[in-house]
């Protein structure tokens, strides 16, 4: 008699299948969070930068061979948890074990085909083949790993070496329950680990041995990342370091939620319990300071270096001098590397720029190709001839094109993630990694250890160019400017225009590294942590600061009150020729600031949306109108305003990120903006309006009075 299925058994059939695959889903959860992780970061513009870096590098086989660890780390825990017999089971044993037999080999598939995805959309092809066959390799070990494992193990039995027969058992593969029921009772049977009290009387698994490489690596990478994070991290690199992270880290956070669901604890919620009540003691982000041999207090005033600047120049003598004052945006590696390459062509090409030059008001990355610029015109005239021989330019381009975002990685990942769950704050401070990273790279360029001396010492032998570091006080959400002249008010009935941000060493109470006040601007959020200070007093937690973008990313109002204290003290037109540079880094701003952007509106969950949006979109509006407004007080003043700007190219491969690594293809492509391509490529369309700034500038300061 033919038996026929109702809509209602297909329906229940579907739900229970459904079932099945969210309980393998969920008890892989562990991996499927890492494999998204990787996903995020391998399409991201930081990640599809560093895959042509590692392509130029030649380090593509060590990069398919770590993601090729990640891959298996995935797949073997994956497993192991699915093997485990948990209180409850899916009603339908089939879908069960179809799921528990699919769910591992799809995620490891997964992990070299989002690999080979973002090499695919990076154009190197090389490394798309090296995933695919790590992919083919992966899925051949899958299929024939049982006759594989069995061999192996025949082959040792019969081995004349007695040593390597103890081993025999842990490739032999164990018997596999049937499909519709997991085979082990608990994680120590599941990884094939004798009992506590046998761990050394009998033979271990291939998956305990496994599990436990796995933990002696997570154990020495996280030595190594506490003892040395940026050798440790620039030797690995970012990218394999994230691979080897992600496969080391499986054990533990697979352990956690295997404990978790067997005991029927809310795993996630107990971390970030514990995350919250660590919070309260265990900030490790303090700003070190340093002690120069120039007080905070005894640093000259802008009036005090404005003097200065007026009688080295002859600005007195009735005659009008250019003052140059830069305003540079912020936007990672790629603002700092065009902002090194923009004032290096200008100290190059213009006669004595950098005497004119009186300030610049840096915000993020710019801040830190200024900060570089300031360290590497302040050395002595025969170090900067012997290592720069190329001009402020090269040498500023061959600091900023080290990889910094390898050692920050390694702090990150390993002793800043668990600082998060210590209650004490014992652990190294990813931000000094960073900072370390810049320093290395401009004493191995330059001989000279420039950016860990003392930001007030600038003013010793001449307080300009100044720098004006700005980033975003937290706790008031306005501007606190890290600099080497001491910011104070103007005195009572004084018609001099006054600074409206805070004085960042004042409010701190110390003296800081360059290194570490360049930082303080570029503290991205969750990239670099929120920098924090104590009350010397009480040892109380006094503030943090982020940022500078967060506030306004031009460094627009700094400039802008730096420009009207100028007038103020010297009449303009009569004794200065105000020269404004403003030096943008984002590829999508229009030639036209006052031009508003393209845009579409939100048209789905606008009452949940639209308000986060705003407040992401009001940073960069907020700073197009303080650029803007520093162009009308230029056409007020002379009209001596001028545009540095990047543009989107033709070229093949990832934009310029805004991570802390660039390739050498982004280093080329930044470069092209204003320097004509060696190879006598296209040059980008902003390439003649940045060469036509460039030379007026040089006419204005090449001219006679």
Not at 297 to 320: I, M, Q, S, V, Y
Not at 602 to 622: I, K, L, M, Q
Request: proline share 6%; charged share 20%.
């Amino acid at each position: 008699m033919e038996q026929t299925v109702t809509r209602e058994q297909r329906s229940n059939f579907r739900v229970e299948q459904f079932q099945a695959f969210i309980y393998c889903l969920n008890r892989s959860r562990f991996s499927v969070i890492i494999l998204v992780v990787g996903l995020a970061l391998l399409l991201s513009d930081q990640g599809q930068d560093l895959l042509i870096a590692y392509a130029e590098d030649g380090k593509t086989t060590r990069l398919a061979a770590a993601a090729g660890v990640w891959a298996l780390s995935i797949w073997g825990w994956c497993r192991v948890l699915l093997d485990i017999r948990y209180h409850t089971a899916p009603q339908n044993p089939l879908a069960y074990s179809r799921w528990r037999t699919w769910m591992p080999r799809i995620l490891g598939t997964l992990a070299f085909a989002v690999l080979a995805l973002a090499a695919w959309r990076a154009s190197q092809y090389w490394l798309v083949a090296w995933a695919l066959e790590g992919l083919a390799a992966f899925l051949y070990f899958i299929i024939k790993r049982r006759a594989i494992s069995n061999a192996v193990a025949n082959r040792l039995r019969v081995s004349r070496h007695a040593r390597l027969q103890r081993f025999a058992p842990a490739l032999a593969v164990r018997a596999i329950a049937p499909l519709d029921e997991p085979p082990y009772r608990s994680l120590r049977e599941a990884l094939h680990l004798p009992p506590a009290g046998m761990l050394w009387q009998q033979s271990w698994g291939f998956r305990g041995i496994a599990a436990v490489a796995l933990l002696g690596a997570f154990i020495l990478f996280c030595a190594a990342s506490f003892v040395a994070p940026v050798r440790f991290g620039s030797v690995s690199g970012a990218l394999i370091l994230f691979f080897l992270w992600a496969a080391t880290w499986l054990p533990i956070g697979s352990t956690a939620s295997y404990a978790a669901d067997r005991l029927g604890l809310p795993l996630l919620t107990i971390l970030v319990a514990i995350a919250a009540l660590s919070s309260l003691s265990n900030d490790n982000h303090e700003i070190p300071s340093i002690g120069g041999m120039t007080a905070i207090e005894h640093r000259p005033t802008p009036t005090d270096a404005l003097n200065g600047w007026a009688k080295a120049n002859g600005a007195g003598n009735g005659t009008a001098q250019p003052l140059v004052v830069v305003a540079t945006a912020g936007g990672g590696i790629r603002a700092a590397y065009w902002t090194g390459t923009v004032l290096g062509e200008l100290d190059r090409e213009a006669a004595r720029f950098r005497d004119r030059l009186f300030a610049i008001s840096g915000v993020s990355g710019g801040s830190v190709g200024a900060t570089v610029y300031r360290a590497l015109i302040d050395l002595p005239a025969d170090q900067f001839k012997a290592h720069c021989a190329g001009g402020a330019t090269e040498c500023a381009q061959r600091i900023l094109a080290t990889d910094s975002l390898g050692p920050l990685a390694a702090a990150m990942l390993y002793p800043d993630l668990g600082q998060r769950f210590f209650p004490l704050p014992w652990f190294p401070d990813r931000a000094a990694a960073l900072e370390h990273a810049w320093e290395g790279s401009f004493v191995r360029a330059t001989g000279q250890d420039g950016l860990a001396a003392s930001l007030a010492d600038l003013s010793r032998t001449k307080p300009w160019p100044a720098l004006f570091l700005n980033s975003t006080w937290s706790d008031t959400g306005r501007r606190i400017v890290a600099s080497n002249l001491k910011a104070e008010a103007p005195a009572a009935g004084s018609s001099e225009a006054s600074f409206l941000f805070s004085d960042q060493l004042a409010v701190i109470g110390h003296d800081l590294r360059l290194s570490s006040a360049a930082h303080n601007s570029a503290r991205f959020p969750f990239v670099s942590p929120p920098g924090m200070w104590r009350n010397p007093a009480d040892g109380k937690v006094a503030g943090r600061l982020q940022d500078g973008g967060l506030f306004e990313n031009y460094g627009a109002e700094t400039a802008l009150e730096i420009l009207n204290l100028a007038c103020t003290r010297f009449e303009c037109a009569q004794r200065i020729k105000p020269i404004v540079i403003l030096i943008t880094s984002d590829p999508s701003l229009p030639r036209n600031l006052a031009e508003i952007p393209r845009y579409r509106a939100t048209s789905f969950a606008t009452e949940v949306r639209t308000t986060p949006t705003t407040y992401e979109h009001v940073r960069g509006g907020r700073g197009t109108e303080a650029a803007l407004r520093l162009q009308e007080w230029s056409r007020a003043h002379g009209d001596n305003f001028f545009v540095f700007r990047m543009c989107k190219t033709d070229t093949e491969g990832a934009s310029p990120p805004l991570g802390w690594a660039l390739s050498e293809a982004a280093q080329r492509r930044i470069a092209s903006f204003l320097i004509a391509p060696k190879d006598g490529a296209k040059a980008p369309e902003c390439y003649e309006d940045n060469r036509a700034a460039l030379a007026k500038i040089v006419n204005l300061l090449a001219a006679k009075p």
